[in-house]
């Protein structure tokens, strides 16, 4: 089983910026990719950004130049970031961490983390 473990979020003002961090746990054997997700309010959950295993990054467009995802290379201890600056009221969500990968050398998994909580005020 794999646990994620977010943490970072918090109220801020506009203009200002967070880290959030999430860290994967158990029996993982490999990771395909770690990502981050919003859910504003009464919206679906959206994506943010994803890395892959391999540092590849994609974030979305309208996210670009503000959010940046990063991994803890070279420490490798199945933590992802998400830092996000010049944050603007309608950033205000719950984030979510998902993980995929593989654990106990044989079963695919996808996790979510159990969101945390930005709020940006003007």
């Known amino acids: 089983q794999v646990q994620l473990v977010e943490s970072g979020g918090g109220l801020v003002q506009r203009g200002g910026s967070l880290e959030l961090s999430c860290r994967a746990s158990g029996s993982i054997t490999s990771l395909a990719d770690m990502g981050w997700y919003l859910q504003a309010p009464c919206r679906q959950r959206d994506f943010v950004a994803r890395?892959?295993?391999?540092?590849?990054?994609?974030?979305a467009d309208s996210l670009k130049g503000r959010f940046t995802i990063s991994r803890d290379y070279p420490k490798n201890t199945n933590t992802v970031y998400l830092r996000m600056n010049s944050l603007k009221p309608e950033d205000t969500a719950v984030y979510y961490c998902n993980v995929r990968g593989v654990s106990d050398y044989v079963t695919p998994f996808d996790s979510w983390g159990q969101g945390t909580q930005v709020t940006v005020s003007s």
């Open positions: 890395i892959s295993d391999g540092r590849r990054t994609n974030h």
